[in-house]
């Protein structure tokens, strides 16, 4: 090697060390060392974890290829603490099952979650957590316990694994000296899905452990383990040659997005794997150069008065450039009072800042003090907020702070005021729309993954504010459900297991044909009824009821439905099958870290009674991740497979996405598998989230968007 060259390699190591020891001392994050996810998904190295844990918001999807395996996994990073991924294994020499029941290789489902206990100190290692296919059909489950200390540019891990990750058994189990329960693990012969929590660290535990080296270069990494698994208890016997425990690897990062990594496991084979990630939290808002600018400031023309004002232009200026669709505009004394609902905008300060300058010029600087937008969507009045209209003009002038105009806006509840009505909009009764729609199955024996491609008619006509029709008609434009041949069997009345019949009966469908009232009873009770087609599978009537208090961080209501299967073409026609279905259900917004607890009990549509627990975090960008878990008094071998429903949901705001503004919102759910215990009415609306302008801190978290 030559000098010239040890030089630089020298310069560049002295250079990240002292990054390093700046980065140590002041708890600062060195992006050097990002984490990487391992073969199975999660943060780690090949086939271990780590204790680390990726950055707040993480969205990591990895690809990974170690004969036999082929492992799909998405993880999600919800909390600093907590870690989750979901996964599919294909294990391509193993079949689905019997040559007449299935051409595919086994399909695997798994759940898998990891909990930071402590974080790394100057002397402390960071320790975590983990919990391997606990939500799965556990025959790769695990439980360990793993410790990481950096050093510079040398990341050190060292674990305890029972279970698959630490199949290789290297001592006896120091848990039996509790319990005798502790010395085997069982095999899980329950129906996929269930916790399965008396196998729980159980058996023989192993060591594992690794070292990941951040070379010079920071797009690569190498990647040294040992590893705790030896191979000779796999899953259906499936035993693999292991000619050494020693796993070694290289990532090389291709973009800020994407992650090569290719390795020699086992000893003797080849690993490939590739990941893709983003963080959902922190999110760049694309810079919206589709919407329109904010009004300019003018004076009013010569002659023109604060009295002589075309408040039609002033509504139809409010809608196209503040958002605003407006009902109604009042005077009362030195306040403009504009009742209507903000439809383009995600912040509410964007609209209202937008709002102020179309009145100031409109009206002239300093004829009115206050600017008060009423948000009465459906026709229930949520909230109102009021801007001092001289504290903004001071805010564009660099002469206020944010903070001064933060407390210049106030929230409250719509009051009912002797106030002048100058302006009344007529009700837009009808719309319609077309849109591109897209739904999946995977993970069946007919094909890991199942399409359809649809072009979707959307359309709505008002009778009142708070009475309308809307419904949906989908036209199948391509899909493989040529392949779609399997049903689920059941144990329980049918209520979504004919899940084939109604996606392959015809290529037009009536998706949802509903009448829809909504009521504001008194200031904080709210009801809907709902007649009709109400979703793919069902049709019938119902109604909600809702106590949901202003400014505060809880709500209470219940729904009553009776609905009746509809036929599946999804026409007008319907099955025998009816139920009374509903719930009651409760809202808590905790404070710590926005998390949403959504808890429910009540009757489902197979008649089954139980609750549903939803766990959910939600971003000031207004992403959200979420899970959720429903136990009903169908027993595990009713249930089938899955043994209770489950799964988990991230909701995207395409503000984040596109170059206008948009409250519209995208959500992605993925449930492992279609049964009948369990199982809700798909409600197209529901109050609480009709209701959220009576959340206070989706206006706060959204306040930074407000423009100069």
């Known amino acids: 090697m030559s000098k010239s060259l040890l030089r630089l390699l020298l310069a560049v190591s002295t250079t990240q060390l002292l990054a390093a020891i700046a980065n140590a001392e002041t708890g600062t994050e060195n992006p050097r060392y990002r984490t990487t996810q391992h073969d199975f998904g999660g943060v780690g190295l090949l086939q271990t974890p780590t204790a680390r844990m990726a950055p707040e918001g993480e969205f990591s999807f990895t690809a990974s290829r170690t004969s036999p395996y082929t492992r799909y996994s998405i993880s999600v990073q919800p909390l600093p603490w907590l870690e989750s991924t979901i996964r599919y294994i294909d294990v391509s020499n193993i079949n689905y099952g019997s040559e ?22 100057r002397w402390l290692p960071q320790v975590a957590l983990g919990f391997r296919d606990v939500g799965g059909t556990g025959l790769f489950s695990s439980e360990f316990i793993v410790a990481n200390k950096r050093f510079y540019d040398l990341d050190l891990s060292l674990g305890v694994a029972w279970g698959y990750i630490g199949n290789r058994g290297d001592f006896g189990n120091p848990l039996s000296l509790i319990s ?41 990494r190498i990647k040294l383990e040992l590893d705790g698994n030896d191979y000779k208890s796999e899953p259906f016997e499936n035993n693999q040659k292991q000619d050494s425990p020693i796993n070694v690897g290289v990532l090389y990062s291709l973009a800020d997005w994407a992650d090569f990594t290719v390795a020699w496991e086992r000893g003797n084979t080849a690993m490939f794997g590739i990941t893709m990630h983003s963080n959902l939290r922190n999110m760049p808002r694309p810079p919206k150069i589709l919407d329109p600018a904010p009004e300019a400031r003018r004076p009013l023309p010569a002659g023109v008065s604060g009295s002589n004002v075309d408040w039609a232009d002033i509504s139809e200026r409010l809608t196209s450039n503040a958002g605003i669709k407006v009902q109604s505009i009042a005077i009362k004394d030195d ?65 206020a702070d944010r903070r001064a105009l933060r407390y210049s806006m106030a929230n409250a509840v719509p009051s009912i005021l002797d106030a002048d009505e100058v302006y009344t909009e007529e009700l837009d009764r009808a719309n319609a729309g077309l849109a591109l729609g897209y739904r999946q199955n995977v993970g069946g024996p007919d094909s890991f993954i199942l399409y359809q491609f649809l072009l979707r008619a959307d359309g709505q006509f008002y009778f009142d504010r708070n009475k309308w029709l809307d419904g949906t008609i989908a036209i199948n434009l391509l899909n493989n459900y040529d392949q779609f041949e399997y ?17 392959t009966s015809s290529d037009a469908q009536l998706n949802r044909l509903q009448y829809t009232q909504t009521e504001q009873i008194n200031r904080d009770w709210f009801g809907m009824a709902y007649a009709g087609l109400l979703e793919d599978m069902y049709g019938g009537v119902g109604g909600e009821v809702l106590y949901r208090p202003h400014g505060v961080n809880w709500a209470v209501g219940v729904d009553v439905n009776w609905v009746k299967q509809r036929g599946y073409k999804q026409d007008f026609s319907f099955r025998d099958y009816s139920t009374l279905t509903g719930h009651v259900t409760g809202y808590l917004r905790t404070g710590f870290h926005d998390v949403l607890i959504k808890g429910s009990v009540g009757r489902y549509l197979a008649g089954d009674i139980g609750g549903t627990i939803d766990l959910s975090r939600r971003f000031r ?44 919102v995208a959500n992605l759910v993925w449930n492992p598998l279609t049964r009948d215990g369990g199982a809700k009415l798909w409600r197209n609306y529901d109050l609480y989230g009709l209701t959220q302008d009576r959340d206070l801190q989706l206006f706060d978290n959204s306040f930074n968007n407000v423009t100069h």
């Open 621 to 664: 960008n207004g992403v959200v991740m979420g899970g959720w878990a429903t136990f009903t008094d169908v027993s595990k071998e009713e249930f089938g497979e899955g043994s209770f429903d489950k799964g988990v949901y991230i909701q995207m705001p395409f503000d984040a996405f596109f170059l206008r503004s948009n409250k519209s």
């Open 180 to 220: 005798d329960s502790f010395d085997d693990r069982a095999r899980n012969d329950d129906p996929g899905g269930t916790l399965n929590t008396s196998s729980y660290f159980s058996g023989r535990p192993g060591i594992f452990g690794g070292v990941e080296y951040q070379t010079p270069w920071d797009n690569l």
């Open 335 to 399: 306040e403009v009072i504009i009742t209507g609902e903000q439809t383009t905008y995600p912040s509410q300060a964007e609209g209202m800042s937008r709002a102020a300058r179309i009145l100031d010029n409109s009206l002239g600087e300093g004829t009115y003090d206050w600017y008060t937008l009423v948000q009465k969507p459906y026709g229930m009045e949520l909230n109102q907020t009021s801007l001092n209209a001289e504290t903004l003009r001071q805010y564009e002038q660099f002469e």
């Open 487 to 503: 049903d689920g069997p059941s144990n329980l009345p049918r209520v979504r297991t004919d899940l084939r019949e109604y996606l």
């Open 100 to 121: 007449d029941f299935s051409s595919q290789s086994l399909k695997d489902k798994a759940i898998d979650a990891k909990f930071r206990l402590w974080q790394e100190s």
